[in-house]
């Protein structure tokens, strides 16, 4: 199975009931990111047509867009933690044996959850403010406060991904990145 495949039918290999909540999760995540990649898509096709086609655009498409790149962005966090795509600073991790790797990993996991938790709370503090003074966007009339639900839930999904990962290393002999990626580097030069 090749990675993009991998990546299609992605199946958690956690332990218990840790597995199915990971797969839900990644299904969850898979579907916001394809729905709003696609609408996004639409909505700014749309919004050229209307001005090149009809002379006019359409009102609200770049307050739907700031929504949707919100979405996206905080649904992508989630994604990227959960397919190791994170960016990662490893001069001192590479250079130590797997075990040590191993033990490393599972304490950036932790710290990482952490921070995404820390992040939820204080994301959570920031909308409840926004909830406080009733601001709306002037396009929609929606309460601003909407757009940024997708924050703490990319938060969410975010600390639960490295901590099903610290999980993930604790129970495991080889170092992951992720709940389904094994450290190590691929060779990209094909063979003669």
Do not use: C
Request: charge should be positive.
């Amino acid at each position: 199975m090749t990675e993009e495949e991998s990546e299609k039918h992605y199946r958690s290999t956690l332990p218990g009931p840790l597995g199915p909540i990971d797969t839900f999760i990644s299904k969850v995540e898979a579907v916001i990111l394809a729905l709003g990649v696609l609408l996004m898509a639409v909505n700014t096709v749309a919004n050229v047509v209307g001005r090149f086609v009809f002379g006019t655009s359409i009102f609200f498409s770049g307050e739907i867009n700031r929504i949707l790149i919100i979405m996206i962005t905080f649904a992508g966090i989630g994604y990227a933690a959960r397919h190791g795509r994170h960016i990662r600073m490893s001069a001192i991790y590479d250079a130590l044996p797997t075990g040590g790797r191993r033990a490393l990993m599972i304490l950036i996991s932790l710290f990482t959850s952490l921070v995404m938790f820390f992040l939820l709370y204080y994301s959570i503090i920031y909308i409840a403010s926004l909830y406080a003074k009733g601001r709306v966007l002037p396009a929609l009339a929606l309460p601003i406060w909407i757009i940024y639900v997708w924050v703490p839930l990319g938060f969410l999904i975010t600390g639960i991904q490295y901590f099903l990962t610290a999980i993930k290393n604790m129970t495991s002999r080889d170092v992951y990145l992720s709940t389904s990626v094994v450290d190590g580097y691929k060779d990209t030069e094909k063979e003669v």
